[in-house]
């Protein structure tokens, strides 16, 4: 019997814009931007990823628009 499998990525960052909150087919859904520090390169070299994030969980989605 094959193993279910789960990915998961644990991210430590900055909400970098408000969660626009959308709904569809009945459900609320929210999106949002998420930068990530990925270090110095150098003296002053910074550099950050990007990501665009979306909560479909109800629970979670009124925990982070609180915060």
């Known amino acids: 019997m094959p193993a ?6 644990n991210l430590i960052g900055n909400m970098c814009s408000a969660i626009q909150v ?5 459900k609320y859904y ?8 990925r270090g110095y390169k150098g003296d002053d ?3 950050s990823d990007f990501f665009q994030c979306s909560i479909w969980n ?3 989605l009124k925990k982070a628009r609180t915060y």
């Open 4 to 9: 279910k499998s789960l990915n998961q990525v």
């Open 22 to 26: 959308k709904q569809t087919k009945g």
């Open 30 to 37: 929210g999106r949002f931007a998420f930068a990530v520090d």
């Open 45 to 47: 070299d910074h550099a």
């Open 58 to 60: 109800e629970f979670l």
